[in-house]
């Protein structure tokens, strides 16, 4: 696993939730998605400046979209995972599993 | 229809600028519109926009510093109280690691606010703080006064008192308090010595004081003790109000405890008895009251004034003799409590205000060097975004955390002090009112204006080269060190430095050489080795002067028989205690002068061998003997001032004078003595008349004095026990040592010279380490070029020369501008001075050479540093 494909926490949460929204990923659904999930607040600042760092580093893509609201001032941007995103989420996930195996019982409440 | 409700527009745009240019910014700020509007569904407006301008500044705070952030540089700047709160843990992150820095400017802070507060909160008591009395600005003292012997502030004779109390229109009340008498008190079955002043029934009404226990005096055989007298002779026994103790064998019931904070001159009085002060007609008798008067509404104290020498031609034309030219003096009642010292006091004040100065500066060098220093940081932070005004404002908060750590130190400390010199040693203040000083709200408020200016003072300049600061030319720059403009600001704050320390140390100077030529003046008394006490005959037990006399005989006799004593005598009133008896006199073979004319010589009368107790020598003739007893013919001893002034060059002895004492029988002179400064030891000795003891005297009490061959301390116990021995219902008081006394008289100004001193001391050691600090970096910041001249031959002689010319150089600057504003300054001072001129060459010159050389040596250090530099090490460094 190269350093460029290592995923911070957020990150993944950030790729998750983009893939959950499928379709309607749009910035906004996506934020909301991590915080009802996480069940925790998620800081404007920090989660769009994640966006802008996971597009630099290929694991994102946006698109323009047309809102359904005709109020909105500015452009509507819909995310996709890219193919390198997917990956990286895979190789972080493998790593997690590797690393918590035989620790059910430490760890507790696996499903 | 009302147009749609939108996010507060500053914000918006704010943001706008802020985030990314492009799609990205806009669907960001798109995002934060719409969810904008969905809340409006919800909440008010109101609340809406609140979270819209809150939930955009984390926002466009986020895009401004998230980037410095990541470089892991703290976050600073901002607005409002985030902004300031990052600016605080800045700062302080800046202080934990420069703690060197950090403790010598907090120190140097705290050691200039703390004199500073020290002083004011004795200022602020003595001076600022009104008396607590009712209306106090109302209350004037009335003095008599004769303007040709020069006897200001003289007290009243009581006929003369109440001619002006029943004749004036200017004054609402006016009462009385006589001088303080010494008298035996009896509370359980000790006998005591106390000082009592006999007050008018009114006199505290006047005043409008209240008992702080009990309440004042009423009427006569009443008693008011003092807060002191009530602490050490009852141990502060609320049951003391309505005991009945004897006065001079008298009964009398204390009917209060006056407040500790009362000083209309009852300096050391114990009790206040009633006493009408002014029945019947008693003018031609003598004068030993203190008036004090309050101005009916709408008078002026010069209305007051002219009404009341009105007056005071009527009494002298009605008693041509007594009165002739006496007239009075008005002077409101807190100058005459604390205009002694007002002076020195203010002077002090200002004093340590240039030493704040001295310590403004050196603060700003060393910031300045610091700022320096960080130029690189200022650099990168100006690149990341921060504006200059974000790193003034940096700057600006490191200067007030520093000047408000220091001055919280420096007002700790200066509380701490002030509360024990004036509880513990209030005599070294030799201050009245300094009781109370202390650091209370309005000292607080002072503490805290002097730190913001501090602060301002020594950090605007810092900031303000930190606002200019430009990225790109100042990481060019930074290779090269400071601009020329500091350089130049640096430079100028350590000629400032020199040139107030020379101001503070000229004077310091003039105090010191005014103090020394105090010390050395020749009082006219031998005062080490003499032990003085108070006896006291009042009361029925001797009633007439025959009792009295024998009574001091056999007690001066038993006296000189004990081992370790040279001689014993007494007089009525000590050299150096304060106060005295004077009366007018006329040289009896020439025509008696015009009553206004006469001349007034201090009256002493004394017993046993006084003069040799004393110390006080023999220039002619004899002292007195057996032969001067009560009924031999009248005799005096003079001293030199009044036998010089009718008989210069030829011998008093043998020749008469006339006293206006008893009566007007002439007195033949049979010695003279030497001059003796009786009132303290800046006044020249006044013409001086002493009369034996037993040829008449108004006072009933003797101080005794005893010469001892050792320690006169060690007597104390052996004359009680002789007191005792021969009347055992008598106590001495106010047993002292001499030299007590003469310490005393000298302490006021022994206490200005020595903490100008230390002020001029404190200075100069400043200026020499801002001296030193400013030499230092030069030093530091030209070790590659002395290396190249070292290389290229330069002898390291010359390089030492080099850099030692260039303090000299700040120096002489210093001086220059120091010596010339002392000249004025020093005039300031002029009042303080005993026999020194303020222009003084020694004084002048003398600080000039110590600071010249202070600064020279505080040279050498970073010179010699130079010398050493070696080429090859200089030509490697950075």
Redesign the interface.
């Given at each position: 696993m190269s350093p460029k494909s290592f995923l911070g926490e957020f990150e993944q949460m950030v790729l998750l939730a983009i893939l959950q929204q499928a379709d309607e990923a749009f910035?906004?659904e996506v934020r909301r998605e991590i915080e009802r999930s996480a069940e925790r607040t998620v800081?404007?600042?920090?989660f769009?400046?994640t966006l802008?760092r996971l597009e630099r580093k290929g694991f994102v893509r946006w698109t323009?979209a047309v809102s359904q609201?005709t109020?909105?001032?500015?452009?509507?941007?819909r995310f996709a995972v890219t193919r390198a995103g997917l990956v990286a989420l895979r190789e972080s996930r493998k790593a997690f599993d590797t690393l918590s195996r035989g620790l059910d019982r430490l760890l507790g409440e696996t499903p | 229809m009302s147009p749609p409700i939108g996010p507060p527009r500053w914000v918006s745009s704010l943001l706008a600028r802020v985030l990314p240019s492009g799609t990205i910014g806009t669907s960001v700020k798109a995002d934060l519109d719409q969810e904008f509007r969905e809340m409006l569904g919800r909440v008010t407006s109101g609340t809406a926009r609140r979270w819209y301008a809150w939930e955009a500044l984390k926002l466009a705070a986020h895009y401004s510093w998230g980037g410095v952030r990541s470089l892991d540089l703290p976050r600073s700047g901002g607005r409002g109280m985030e902004g300031f709160m990052g600016n605080v843990r800045l700062a302080l992150r800046h202080f934990r690691r420069a703690p060197g820095f950090t403790f010598v400017a907090a120190g140097t802070i705290a050691l200039g606010i703390g004199a500073n507060v020290a002083i004011f909160s004795v200022v602020n008591t003595v001076l600022l703080d009104p008396l607590p009395y009712d209306s106090a600005d109302e209350l004037v003292a009335i003095w008599e006064w004769h303007e040709l012997r020069d006897r200001q502030k003289n007290v009243a004779n009581p006929g003369n008192f109440s001619a002006w109390r029943d004749g004036s229109e200017s004054f609402a009340q006016m009462t009385s308090v006589s001088m303080a008498m010494p008298a035996t008190v009896t509370a359980a079955a000790e006998p005591e010595e106390a000082m009592v002043q006999y007050a008018s029934p009114d006199f505290f009404e006047v005043l409008g004081l209240e008992a702080s226990l009990g309440r004042t005096l009423a009427s006569e055989a009443e008693v008011v003790i003092s807060d002191r007298y009530w602490r050490e002779r009852f141990a502060a026994s609320p049951t003391v109000v309505g005991q009945t103790v004897e006065l001079n064998g008298l009964s009398v019931v204390i009917v209060g405890v006056l407040p500790r904070s009362y000083v209309v001159f009852g300096e050391g009085t114990d009790l206040w008895a009633a006493n009408a002060n002014d029945e019947g007609d008693q003018t031609n008798s003598g004068r030993w009251l203190m008036v004090v008067g309050r101005l009916a509404p709408g008078a002026t104290l010069s209305v007051a004034e002219q009404e009341l020498k009105a007056i005071a031609v009527g009494l002298q034309e009605a008693f041509p003799v007594f009165n002739a030219g006496w007239t009075v003096q008005l002077v409101p009642l807190k100058d005459e409590i604390v205009g002694d010292v007002q002076q020195a006091l203010w002077i002090l004040l200002g004093a340590v205000g240039l030493l704040l100065v001295i310590a403004c500066a050196n603060v700003a060098n060393l910031f300045l060097v610091r700022a320096t220093d960080r130029q690189r940081e200022m650099a990168v932070r100006t690149s990341l975004g921060a504006t200059g005004g974000s790193l003034a404002g940096q700057l600006l908060t490191e200067s007030l955390l520093l000047a408000g750590g220091g001055a919280s130190l420096g007002v700790a400390i200066a509380h701490v002090t002030t509360r024990w010199m004036s509880t513990s040693m209030p005599d070294a203040f030799a201050l009245p009112r300094v009781e109370g000083a202390g650091v209370d709200p309005t000292v607080l408020a002072f503490a805290v204006v002097m730190t913001v200016g501090t602060a301002l003072v020594f950090g605007l300049l810092p900031a303000v080269q930190a606002a200019r600061t430009s990225p790109a030319g100042t990481l060019g720059a930074e290779a090269r060190g400071p601009s020329r403009f500091t350089g130049v600001v640096r430079n100028g704050l350590v000629i400032a430095e020199v040139s107030v320390s020379v101001v503070l140390l000229s004077g310091a100077a003039l105090l010191g050489r005014s103090f020394s030529a105090l010390m050395a003046v020749d009082h006219g008394i031998e005062a080490e080795h003499v032990l003085v006490g108070r006896v006291n005959l009042a009361g029925s037990k001797y009633p007439t002067a025959a009792p009295k006399v024998a009574f001091f005989d056999e007690l001066f006799e038993r006296i000189a028989a004990k081992p370790g004593v040279e001689a014993v005598g007494g007089v009525t009133f000590l050299p150096m205690d304060g106060q005295g008896a004077a009366n007018s006199y006329w040289v009896a073979d020439r025509a008696a002068p015009d009553p206004a004319d006469r001349r007034a010589a201090d009256i002493r009368n004394v017993a046993g061998n006084y003069f040799d107790a004393m110390g006080i020598s023999l220039l002619r003739g004899r002292l007195f003997d057996d032969r001067d007893r009560t009924d031999a013919p009248q005799t005096v001893v003079v001293n030199r001032s009044l036998a010089d002034m009718y008989w210069p060059g030829e011998t008093a002895v043998g020749r008469q004078v006339v006293v206006d004492w008893v009566d007007e029988t002439p007195w033949e002179i049979i010695g003279v003595v030497e001059d003796v400064r009786n009132t303290g030891p800046e006044t020249e000795a006044r013409e001086t008349i002493y009369i034996h003891y037993a040829k008449g005297t108004f006072f009933p009490w003797m101080h005794v004095a005893v010469r001892a061959t050792g320690d006169p301390a060690l007597l104390m116990e052996t004359v009680r026990l002789e007191l005792a021995g021969l009347d055992e219902t008598l106590a001495m008081g106010s047993v002292r040592v001499m030299e007590e006394l003469v310490n005393r008289a000298v302490a006021r100004p022994r206490l200005t010279s020595l903490f100008m001193l230390i002020f001029a001391g404190l200075a100069t050691v400043l200026a020499a380490v801002g001296m030193y600090g400013v030499l230092s970096y030069a030093v530091s910041r030209r070790v590659r070029e002395i290396g190249v001249r070292i290389a290229l031959g330069s002898e390291p002689g010359r390089v030492l020369g080099m850099i030692v010319a260039q303090g000299a150089r700040l120096t002489a600057v210093g001086l220059a501008l120091g010596l010339g504003a002392a000249t004025l300054a020093n005039r300031l001072i002029a009042g303080l001075l005993y026999e020194i001129a303020p222009s003084d060459p020694v004084a002048l010159f003398g600080a000039g050479g110590v600071l010249a050389a202070v600064e020279l040596l505080a040279c050498a250090i970073p010179a010699w540093r130079a010398s050493r530099v070696e080429p090859a090490e200089a030509l490697r460094a950075d």
């Open positions: 910035a906004l800081s404007r600042g920090a769009y400046t802008d323009d609201d109020r909105r001032s500015g452009p509507l941007r | -």
